[in-house]
């Protein structure tokens, strides 16, 4: 079964706008990735955060983690066409670096 | 970055014929590789872990002898799938950490349609 959970599943805004998408698990992590995946193509690792982390930047991206509620947002500042993608959370199952992703959310920026 | 490249990215076959799918770290060594498969407009499905140099470890519900993982060398992972049928069309996708990363390394994916 997934481990993370995206909300939405579908976001379409216009750009530069930003988009929130949001992450949920189940167990005890120690740490939490966000990964975009163009249409047919794989999954690109966009930023890692660490369960003693509340919050990260990298670029216009922004993550944050709230570990008593598991749950996670990535938000995307002043979007660009190009950020069109899904996005996925993932986290650690099993060994430390197997991982599960959760359902991704389908993010459609227009130009 | 890391790269990991996979080959071929797409290919056609017939029903009750096998297809190899490689994947390849290029520029870093990888002791473990992942698949997954990736159905329309769905997450990724963990297939298997493939271990350089021991058997691979299979998630629960894949058919390890319909499909093979090799893991020969640290830099190359292959997925073979045996006697295919047009349900075993699908998005395959092999992943790799770099040694003692968390962050994983995709390849970009191969589209496989057994017709």
């Known amino acids: 079964s997934q481990q993370g959970e995206e909300d939405p599943q579908a976001l379409s805004i216009q750009e530069g706008e930003n988009a929130t998408m949001n992450c949920s698990y189940k167990?005890?992590?120690?740490?939490l990735q966000w990964y975009r995946q163009n249409s047919g193509r794989g999954l690109v690792h966009l930023i890692l955060?660490?369960?003693?982390?509340r919050e990260k930047h990298s670029g216009r991206l922004r993550v944050t983690l709230d570990t008593s509620k598991k749950s996670s947002s990535l938000l995307i500042t002043a979007s660009r066409a190009a950020d069109t993608a899904s996005y996925f959370c993932?986290?650690?199952?099993?060994?430390?670096?197997?991982?599960?992703f959760g359902k991704g959310t389908l993010l459609t920026v227009n130009p | 970055g890391a790269v990991v490249s996979q080959h071929p990215s797409w290919v056609i076959c017939k029903s009750g014929t096998s297809v190899k799918i490689e994947c390849r770290s290029l520029?870093?060594?990888?002791?473990?590789m992942f698949w997954y498969r990736q159905f329309p407009k769905q997450s990724l499905m963990l297939m298997a872990t493939?271990?350089?140099?021991?058997?691979?470890?299979?998630e629960q519900g894949v058919e390890k002898d319909k499909f093979l993982i090799n893991h020969a060398s640290l830099t190359l992972s292959t997925l073979t799938v045996t006697s295919a049928h047009p349900e075993d069309s699908s998005f395959y996708i092999c992943?790799?950490?770099?040694?003692?990363?968390?962050?994983?390394?995709f390849g970009p994916g191969t589209r496989l349609t057994v017709t």
């Open positions: 992943s790799a950490p770099e040694t003692g990363m968390y962050e994983q390394y």
């Open positions: 520029d870093f060594q990888a002791t473990t």
């Open positions: 993932a986290t650690p199952g099993g060994s430390n670096y197997k991982l599960t």
């Open positions: 955060i660490r369960s003693n982390e």
């Open positions: 493939s271990n350089e140099g021991s058997k691979a470890t299979y």
């Open positions: 167990t005890s992590i120690n740490n």
